[in-house]
Structure formats: C-alpha cells, structure tokens
C-alpha cells in the first residue's frame, strides 16, 4: 500500500468560502522521503483559500505508516489539545478500520495518537536516536564478537531498548543477554538504551520478543 491522496470537502475559517480540495490521508514514512518532509515542515495538507487566500490546515487527520519499522502514527495536523479526547476516540475507530481493511499486514501493535506534528517530531527524533543506538550496538557487537538479535521495534520502542542486543554465543538467555550488553555498555557508556534494558533484565522483566 502506498501513500494516499484523497479530496474533500474544506470550509475557509476566514471567510467562510467553500471548496475542494486534495489532501494526504496517509503518508508511508519509509517509502516517501518528500511527503515525510513536508509532514514534519507543516506544509503538508496546508491549503490556501480561492476566494480570500488564507492559509489553513485541511481538518482530516494524517496517518503515519512505517510498516517494516512496526510504527504507526495518527496525527491531528492542527494539534486542537482541547478537543483532543474526541479527535483520539475518532482516530481509535480509523485504526480499527484501518487494521481490518490491511489485514494481509497483519497490524499486531499499538499506534501512536498524536496531538499535533510537535509531537509527529517528537516521535522522529525518539525514532532516530534509537536507530543510531542501534548502529553503534551493532558495530561494537561485530568488534567483540557477539551476534545480533533484532527485536520486534514496536515493543522495544515502548520498552525504551535498542533494536539489536548482542548474543553472546547461540543462546537468547538472560544471562547471556545481561553479560554480552554489559560488555558492549563497557566500551561505550552513553549507550542509555542498553542500560534501561541491562536493568529490566536485572529487575526480572520478560526477555523482549525477537524477530
Ligand atoms: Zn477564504
């Protein structure tokens, strides 16, 4: 499934002309880097006015879709906090829809319901941070000689943990997880995603779901 264009209906808050208008209701993050851009720039969905000229966001809500990163957004363009609770209970109905009518994808996490593209950015940058852990854990790992575990993203996101853990050896134990991220942690200590996870192990949480 690729991005998606749609046309609708907008009312100027200016001076009330009505009119059409195209708008994105979907935007695949990892497959379009412009439409990504111009989400995150505040120009996407923003329409000008036939009639009078002003500039207004169109009111539908943009979905957020990163399928092979297991990251799906909502996102209320405007960020009306308000009225957020409604815009949320009507985001949850898009979701249910949206997870029937994708059903090959087979859509097994939670979205995020974003109130406004300050916290779309947020999310980003959380995202990038991660990934860029995640190369320096992969490097290091390669350097000591432990393999790789890629995590399921969506729950390691939610956990606050990197998307590879080094193995040391064959065996996915706590144990052997504890000791391998102590071990890259050692040679790198602003690695503060592994940490969180050395402490989760530590403290007797579940071992995250692999891929
Ligand atoms: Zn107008």
């Known amino acids: 499934m690729k991005s998606i264009k749609g046309q609708g209906a907008a009312a100027c808050p200016n001076c009330g002309e009505n009119f059409d208008a195209e708008f994105w209701s979907l935007v695949r993050g990892d497959a379009d880097a412009e439409l990504k851009d111009s989400l995150l720039g505040g120009e996407l969905n923003l329409i000008s006015c036939p009639a009078c000229g002003a500039f ?15 990251l799906l957004a909502f996102v209320s363009p405007g960020g009306d906090k308000k009225d957020f609770e409604a815009v949320k209970a009507k ?6 829809t949206l997870k029937e009518n994708l059903a090959s994808m087979n859509i097994s996490y ?19 941070a991660a990934a860029a852990q995640s190369e320096v854990i992969a490097a290091l790992s390669a350097q000591l000689g432990f393999k790789l575990a890629a995590l399921r993203r969506a729950g390691a996101r939610v956990s606050g943990y990197p998307f590879y853990l080094p193995v040391d050896g064959g065996a996915y134990t706590r144990e052997g997880l504890i000791k391998a991220a102590q071990a890259v942690l050692k040679q790198n ?9 050395i402490k989760d192990m530590q403290a007797g949480k579940e071992l995250p779901p692999r891929i």
């Open 189 to 197: 200590p602003a690695l503060n995603m592994l940490e969180t996870f």
């Open 91 to 96: 985001m949850k109905r898009d979701f249910k």
């Open 110 to 128: 939670e979205p995020f319901y974003l109130a406004g593209l300050e916290e779309l950015k947020a999310m980003l940058d959380y995202e990038a």
């Open 56 to 70: 207004f966001y169109h009111d539908r809500n943009i979905i957020y879709f990163d399928p092979p990163n297991e």
